[in-house]
């Protein structure tokens, strides 16, 4: 059980809000992310899914879509959400598109249940792909 700053638990209660607005009518497992950009403003995504199943889109992504078609370019911080017992860490995926938007991105991952667990971008994604190192 980490212990949060005030902003990072205000991010989970925004990712905790979202989550009850998530579609996810398939896998019935509601998740809601909220991120801090690097001008302080929290844009929040849930998992929207779909009938054909491959084309759901997770919480985490959808926040940084709508953080990246603001203009905003950096993850400060993002907080995600799920109803679960203990905290849930963002799918592969999602740890790839995060970093590309902030290695250094802290993570909060929270739960029903009331467990936190804090991390980062880069110790979810060691020796990520970036196009750096061409
Ligand atoms: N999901 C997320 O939104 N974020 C995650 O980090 C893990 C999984 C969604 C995808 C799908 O709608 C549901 O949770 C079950 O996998």
Same mark, same amino acid.
């Given at each position: 059980?980490?212990?949060?700053? %005030?902003? $990072?638990?205000? &991010?989970?209660?925004? @990712? +905790?809000? @979202? @989550?009850? $607005? !998530? *579609?996810?009518? *398939?896998? +019935?497992?509601?998740?809601? %992310? !909220? ?17 054909? *199943?491959? &084309?759901? /889109?997770?919480?985490?992504?959808? =926040? ?7 203009? @905003?370019? +950096?993850?400060?911080? /993002?907080? /995600? ?6 905290? /849930?860490?963002?799918?592969? =995926?999602?740890? $790839? ?23 980062? !971008? ?5 020796? %990520? ?6």
């Amino acid at each position: 059980m980490s212990e949060l700053t %005030a902003e $990072q638990s205000e &991010l989970l209660e925004a @990712a +905790k809000n @979202a @989550a009850s $607005q !998530a *579609y996810a009518p *398939y896998s +019935k497992f509601p998740v809601g %992310a !909220a991120l801090l950009d690097e001008h302080g403003v929290v844009w929040k995504g849930v998992n929207v899914e779909n009938g054909s *199943y491959g &084309l759901t /889109i997770c919480a985490e992504r959808n =926040a940084v879509a709508a953080m990246a078609t603001s203009g @905003a370019r +950096k993850v400060v911080a /993002i907080a /995600i959400f799920a109803g679960t017992d203990e905290p /849930i860490t963002p799918c592969g =995926a999602c740890r $790839q598109v995060i970093a590309e938007f902030g290695l250094d991105a802290v993570v909060v991952c929270g739960c029903r249940g009331g467990g936190v667990l804090v991390t980062s !971008a880069r110790e979810l994604l060691p020796m %990520a792909f970036t196009l750096d190192s061409e």
